[in-house]
């Protein structure tokens, strides 16, 4: 079977929805043997669940948290699931969904992954931060049997933490491979760290005292903008290069501006008229976009099998090539700077600045 793209869902029967927390859960899903192959995943990937919701199409993306550990493809998927205040579908989740239900899911993508190979590694997360690199880090001991990790953590208080006994387990089965330091930001702990933010301060301090910072060769920034942007900054103070450090935001609080990275002006002015030239899964077509429009708005009237969850900025799953024309991106919380030197956009933020633009979404 050909790899499956990432606007196709699949109808996966859920095998389990098993309780974390008083807030969240892990959602286990079965993939039939026709659909092993297409779903096959490298350690940090997500899906993107659809799901109707009184009539109305809602889209999310969740972190697959299990190691990958079978030779061919994955019998079942297994991400967490965090309550969200006013989230529709996390609410459902957690208080609705149970085993044999179906979830529409489209399959894994994302590029925070890490391949097992020998190495240092470590990673800063905060809260649901913690699925993909649960995957990561339990593929990697796993796999690799020189790597070493260290996982810097923080929770709001030990009953809020996901995954904790999966974590306790990897420090019990390779204490001399993993290091686990946890932080709690509204709770005392009798031992470890004190509690409180994990602000850049703290970790500028904290991260040097912990691990040789200069040696390792890839961190992973993973949960709120606030931390990983903290994080980012301490490790840039630091002295360590951009390229080995890669990041993936899982929320983002309204009105919070990015970094800009729109390479021409935000205040520019579109034309009055403007078309959209789209390849998606080896089919282009030509369309007008509307006043106000975004491209991916543009995109979706007529080709309603485009890839994208959040619609934010934030996921990235609305990536493609800028082939032609130039664009303004409103927001960017997902595209690294190597990724948009190459000519990448996401198209949920971008507008048109030119009369003609050009979308590849399979590049």
């Given at each position: 079977?050909?790899?499956?793209?990432?606007g196709?869902?699949?109808?996966l029967?859920?095998?389990e929805?098993?309780?974390?927390?008083?807030?969240?859960?892990?959602?286990?899903?079965?993939?039939?043997?026709?659909?092993?192959?297409a779903?096959?995943?490298?350690?940090?990937q997500?899906?993107?669940?659809?799901?109707?919701?009184?009539?109305?199409?809602?889209?999310?993306?969740?972190?697959?948290?299990?190691?990958?550990?079978?030779?061919?493809?994955?019998?079942?998927?297994?991400?967490?699931?965090?309550?969200?205040?006013?989230?529709?579908?996390?609410?459902?989740?957690?208080?609705?969904?149970?085993?044999?239900?179906?979830?529409?899911?489209?399959?894994?993508?994302?590029?925070?992954?890490?391949?097992?190979?020998?190495g240092?590694?470590?990673?800063v997360?905060?809260?649901?931060?913690?699925t993909p690199?649960?995957?990561?880090?339990?593929t990697?001991?796993?796999?690799?049997?020189?790597?070493?990790?260290?996982?810097?953590?923080?929770?709001?208080?030990?009953?809020?933490?996901m995954?904790?006994?999966?974590?306790?387990?990897?420090?019990d089965?390779?204490?001399?491979?993993?290091?686990?330091?946890?932080?709690?930001?509204?709770?005392?702990?009798?031992?470890?760290?004190?509690?409180?933010?994990?602000?850049?301060?703290?970790?500028?301090a904290?991260?040097?005292?912990?691990?040789?910072?200069?040696?390792?060769?890839?961190?992973?920034?993973?949960?709120?903008?606030?931390?990983?942007?903290?994080?980012g900054?301490?490790l840039?103070?630091?002295?360590?290069?951009?390229?080995r450090?890669?990041?993936?935001?899982?929320?983002?609080?309204?009105?919070?501006?990015?970094v800009?990275?729109?390479?021409?002006?935000?205040?520019?002015?579109?034309p009055?008229?403007?078309?959209?030239?789209?390849?998606?899964?080896?089919?282009?077509?030509?369309?007008?976009?509307?006043?106000?429009?975004?491209?991916?708005?543009a995109?979706?009237?007529?080709?309603?099998?485009?890839?994208?969850?959040?619609?934010?900025?934030?996921?990235?799953?609305?990536?493609?090539?800028?082939?032609?024309?130039?664009?303004?991106?409103?927001?960017?919380?997902?595209?690294?700077?190597?990724?948009?030197?190459?000519?990448?956009?996401?198209?949920?933020?971008?507008?048109?600045?030119?009369?003609?633009?050009?979308?590849?979404?399979?590049?």
């Amino acid at each position: 079977m050909a790899p499956a793209r990432p606007g196709a869902f699949h109808p996966l029967r859920v095998a389990e929805v098993t309780r974390l927390t008083d807030d969240s859960v892990a959602i286990t899903l079965i993939v039939p043997p026709e659909l092993r192959a297409a779903y096959r995943y490298s350690p940090g990937q997500h899906l993107t669940v659809r799901h109707a919701m009184d009539g109305t199409e809602i889209r999310r993306t969740y972190s697959i948290c299990a190691p990958v550990t079978e030779p061919g493809s994955p019998r079942n998927l297994r991400v967490g699931v965090r309550l969200v205040a006013g989230g529709v579908f996390s609410t459902y989740a957690f208080k609705e969904l149970r085993p044999g239900d179906v979830l529409e899911v489209a399959p894994p993508i994302g590029r925070f992954v890490l391949d097992p190979a020998p190495g240092h590694y470590a990673a800063v997360v905060g809260g649901s931060g913690i699925t993909p690199v649960l995957s990561i880090v339990s593929t990697l001991l796993a796999e690799e049997p020189t790597a070493r990790f260290c996982l810097v953590r923080s929770d709001r208080t030990t009953a809020s933490t996901m995954f904790l006994e999966e974590v306790a387990d990897l420090k019990d089965r390779w204490p001399d491979r993993f290091q686990l330091v946890s932080v709690l930001s509204r709770e005392e702990q009798q031992a470890g760290l004190a509690s409180g933010r994990l602000d850049e301060e703290r970790l500028t301090a904290l991260l040097p005292a912990l691990l040789p910072v200069e040696e390792i060769d890839r961190w992973f920034l993973c949960g709120p903008y606030g931390l990983v942007r903290s994080a980012g900054r301490a490790l840039r103070g630091l002295g360590v290069g951009r390229r080995r450090v890669h990041q993936e935001i899982f929320h983002v609080d309204e009105g919070t501006d990015a970094v800009p990275t729109t390479p021409v002006p935000s205040g520019s002015a579109g034309p009055a008229r403007s078309s959209l030239t789209a390849t998606l899964d080896g089919r282009s077509g030509s369309w007008p976009v509307g006043e106000g429009e975004t491209l991916l708005d543009a995109v979706l009237r007529n080709r309603p099998d485009a890839p994208y969850a959040c619609k934010g900025g934030v996921c990235g799953t609305c990536r493609a090539r800028l082939v032609s024309g130039e664009v303004r991106m409103d927001r960017n919380f997902a595209l690294e700077p190597e990724e948009l030197a190459s000519g990448h956009v996401l198209a949920c933020q971008s507008r048109p600045l030119t009369e003609r633009v050009e979308l590849d979404f399979d590049r």
